[in-house]
């Protein structure tokens, strides 16, 4: 394991530093003194392994393929942004934005997101053991969404196929919002996922899965134009 | 029956609107750009002011005029070098067909120009055949990869399109076919809205953020492009610049579309025209000019408008429409599937339904077979290659070496406001007209 201070450093110098330790080989990293930096571990393309020693800035993690980043302090705006694949896990809380378009991956907060958690995300699973700002979900398209606590207005607004579970209260529903009845099975597969990613002091505290409150697209929204998409069901 | 009068306020196209709206409860939505009479200043209302006496002109046919353009030189490793400042514009594969997407890139690289990717990301084919490829990072963050961004040659960071500033385009269902919906993580078949903001960044200050981050994805190598729908373009502008851009887009309100509501089309943003003053008088005021390279878009129809453009302060152009002309789009062939979608040659605007004649903005296999993707890249070719030719032949006459050198000075105003917007000389006063 390879440890980087980042006292003193730029966003720029302690990412080359991390890509020359990845370039040798390094699968275990520590920043320590992050310093709440902007744009710390972006595009990292490999599996290895990145501990924050602290809090990070905007865009931690955003446009990784394969890294686990780990961030033990909070996280500012847009987090693991447009991921492809791997994972990041922040131990306090997050920014807005949080887990934006990702594609894929898993992204953890220990403790709260604000506003616009997983807006557009296109794929994975974001959970968040405490609570949610307003118009979290905003346009997701697919993948999973999950806040044991609450979750504030305008939840999952004009989404795609993404699948919200929410522990708490939901201070109001987002456009084409509805609550949905958990499928047979669907309870215990969501407590699976609560219980492989976060740490048995924070599940203690939640609802159990099957209390959760599943929320989908009511795809109202979908074929906003219904004359046309007639023809376009022909056309197909 | 003779001697009887419309309306003016309510001419016969408005009432057939109106009654349209009250028959289905939905506005209108197309593609295309606008459908307005031009009734602004534009390109047309300048003239240019070749040599005479007091300038010597180049030999027209002869004489070198350097058509080499370089972007990007602010900040990146490598700006990118063009043969040439016209350049193909972002259109999404899923907008276009493949075999549109494919034909453009084939036909800028051919030409010695660039193209860009769209609200849609990257397709493999296209990257294969661009000799630059510009990569558009949009508010959707549709198909977006990093592997992808790290291929490009520049990332263009999309604040809005001139055609809808303010608002995220279409793309309706009929176009969001099985590899469509694939490519963008969507439901196949979905009415497909992209959103205004991006998801992850709000005004100009977190916007420099970003900025640096697509930076550090891309090893501070490739210039980062903002491009803007010209609206408050003055403001907007140093605001981008202040950004970190190396380059800014300036989308005027001529700008094209895949689909987006009419209203958008028609009634919002500014001019290009207006546009690129606005600009370069923004990149003047902070003494970024030249440092920052400008492109403007919108409507550029020929080498007359980018010369023009490019006089008055672009760098380079970008062209969309014109280029999927060049594709065949409104040409008079298969005009009974015009007539079946309710348009005509010369008068289809209908990108939105996906059924294209002519083979450019649809998904349906057999009539993107229409466009065959060869003599189509070979078309886009050719008209870079005129355009280029028309921006070096008003250059020469002007007495430029390097067509970058065409100045404001080079033109006079036809109209009033044309000399007011671009402050240049009205024909016949020797005077700039609202300075």
Redesign the interface.
């Known amino acids: 394991m390879a440890e980087i201070d980042a006292t003193g450093r730029t966003?720029?110098e302690i990412?080359a530093a991390i890509r020359q330790l990845i370039a040798d080989s390094c699968k275990e990293i520590t920043v320590r003194n992050p310093g709440a930096r902007?744009?710390l571990a972006?595009?990292i393309?490999n599996d290895t392994h990145i501990r924050l020693a602290g809090s990070a800035?905007?865009?931690c993690g955003?446009?990784?393929?394969g890294a686990a980043i780990e961030i033990e302090g909070s996280a500012g705006?847009?987090v693991a942004?447009?991921m492809?694949s791997g994972t990041v896990r922040v131990r306090g809380s997050a920014g807005?934005?949080a887990a934006?378009?990702i594609?894929d991956g898993t992204v953890v907060i220990h403790g709260d997101a604000a506003a616009?958690l997983g807006?557009?995300m296109?794929?994975g699973q974001v959970i968040v053991a405490g609570d949610c700002g307003y118009m979290a979900g905003?346009?997701a398209?697919?993948g999973t969404l999950i806040v044991c606590g609450n979750a504030g207005e305008a939840f999952a607004d004009?989404m795609?196929?993404t699948v919200c579970y929410v522990g708490g209260t939901i201070a109001n529903l987002g456009t084409d919002a509805v609550i949905a009845a958990m499928d047979p099975g669907e309870a215990d597969h969501l407590e699976e996922t609560l219980s492989a990613h976060l740490p048995a002091s924070l599940r203690s505290t939640k609802p159990a899965a099957a209390d959760f409150k599943k929320v989908v697209a009511g795809r109202k929204?979908?074929?906003?134009?219904k004359?046309?998409?007639r023809?376009?069901?022909e056309?197909? | 029956m003779p001697g009887l009068q419309t309306s003016g306020i309510f001419a016969p196209r408005i009432i057939e609107e109106i009654q349209a709206k009250a028959e289905?409860g939905?506005y209108s939505?197309r593609g295309f750009g606008t459908l307005r009479e031009r009734r602004w200043a534009t390109f047309d209302d300048l003239t240019f002011l070749p040599c005479t006496l007091t300038r010597i002109p180049l030999e027209g046919y002869r004489e070198n005029c350097s058509t080499r353009t370089v972007l990007g030189t602010r900040f990146a490793k490598k700006p990118i070098q063009l043969d040439i400042p016209v350049m193909i514009t972002g259109m999404s594969w899923g907008a276009l067909s493949y075999n549109a997407k494919v034909a453009l890139a084939k036909g800028a690289a051919a030409a010695g120009s660039s193209n860009t990717t769209g609200d849609g990301g990257m397709l493999q084919a296209e990257r294969e055949n661009s000799r630059t490829l510009i990569y558009e990072v949009l508010p959707?963050?549709?198909g977006?990869?990093?592997?992808h961004?790290?291929m490009a040659d520049a990332i263009e960071l999309t604040i809005g399109q001139g055609a809808k500033p303010g608002t995220g385009g279409l793309l309706?269902?009929?176009k969001v076919?099985d590899r469509i919906a694939e490519q963008?993580?969507?439901?196949i078949?979905?009415?497909q809205?992209s959103?205004a903001r991006h998801?992850?960044?709000l005004g100009p200050d977190?916007m420099i953020?970003?900025v640096?981050?697509l930076r550090?994805?891309?090893d501070?190598q490739v210039p980062i492009f903002i491009k803007l729908g010209a609206s408050r373009v003055y403001d907007d502008v140093k605001l981008a610049a202040k950004a970190g851009a190396d380059v800014i887009v300036v989308d005027g309100m001529e700008g094209g579309t895949g689909a987006s509501p009419a209203i958008f089309q028609e009634h919002t943003g500014i001019p290009t025209l207006a546009a690129v003053s606005e600009a370069r008088c923004a990149l003047e005021d902070i003494g970024l000019y030249g440092e920052v390279q400008l492109i403007i878009a919108g409507g550029i129809r020929d080498g007359v408008d980018a010369a023009k453009a490019m006089a008055l302060g672009a760098d380079a152009c970008y062209i969309g429409t014109a280029s999927l002309i060049a594709l065949n789009c409104n040409k008079p062939i298969y005009e009974d599937d015009y007539r079946a979608i309710g348009a005509a040659p010369h008068a289809c605007h209908h990108c939105h339904?996906?059924?294209c004649p002519v083979g450019i903005t649809t998904q349906?296999p057999e009539l993107m077979k229409r466009l065959e993707v060869e003599q189509g890249a070979e078309r886009v070719r050719n008209l870079l290659h005129v355009m280029t030719l028309e921006i070096q032949m008003l250059a020469r006459a002007c007495g430029k070496s390097d067509v970058h050198h065409l100045e404001p000075e080079d033109m006079a105003a036809l109209t009033l406001e044309a000399s007011a917007i671009c402050g240049i000389p009205l024909v016949g006063t020797r005077k700039v007209f609202g300075r």
């Not at chain 1, 955003?62 to 393929?65: A, K, T, V």
């Not at chain 1, 929204?221 to 134009?225: G, I």
């Not at chain 2, 977006?144 to 592997?147: C, D, E, P, Q, V």
Request: charged share 25%; hydrophobic share 35%; no cysteine.
């Open positions: 966003s720029r990412n902007h744009n972006v595009a393309l800035g905007y865009y955003g446009l990784i393929d705006w847009g942004e447009s492809l807005s934005g934006a378009a594609r616009r807006v557009s296109k794929g905003f346009m398209q697919k004009s795609y196929a929204l979908w074929n906003f134009d004359r046309e998409w023809i376009w069901r056309a197909l | 289905s939905l939505i959707s963050r549709y977006i990869n990093i592997h961004m790290r309706l269902g009929s076919s963008r993580d969507l439901p078949g979905v009415d809205r959103p998801p992850d960044f977190d953020i970003k640096e981050e550090e994805a891309t501070w339904t996906g059924r349906d």
